[in-house]
């Protein structure tokens, strides 16, 4: 009688870790990432399985979206910080390579797309480029897609990541 509890509270143990497990799985499978600012950006994103469109005034686009939060202004660099998206064209983290890559990478985006501003970081141990200073997820979306028809060999790994982005300061700008 002795064996067979013994081996019974045995089983209910590995099988109450089992459920465990299986819990904590299932609950890291449902996070959603909050990336979007408001529910119809997450809609018309390609990556939720269908193709929706909603047509909606700019005025009505406004009152739904989340806020961003508090600009920060610092009048000595010409610029304000906030809360925006950029697009990660490189990481790695090969301490030989990966600065090299990334200046390199750099280099090429900066001359076909002027315009939009490039930083590399170094956040140990891993070297990044990121490129432009997006208010919106749409902004950054269609900029995502230039840079991918540009350079189909870097597609695969550029994404849009959260981020502080800067705002230019015009001359005249008051707080």
Known sequence: MDVVMRSLRTFTFIVALAMTGAIS????????????????????????GGKVKVVQPAELARRVSRAEGVIKYDGN?????????RI????????????????????LIRQAFPEMETYVTF???????RVGDFRSYEEASHALRSLKDEFPQMAREMRIVRDKIHIQIHQGFTE
């Open 25 to 48: 799985g299932m609950a890291q499978a449902q996070q959603v990432a909050v990336s979007d600012t408001s529910i119809v950006q997450y809609l018309e994103r390609p990556e939720t």
């Open 77 to 85: 660099k010409g610029y304000a910080q906030s809360s925006g998206y």
């Open 88 to 107: 990660q064209v490189f990481s790695d983290n090969d301490y030989r390579t990966a600065k090299n890559n990334a200046l390199y990478k750099e280099g």
């Open 123 to 129: 956040t140990s141990p891993f070297w990044r480029l």
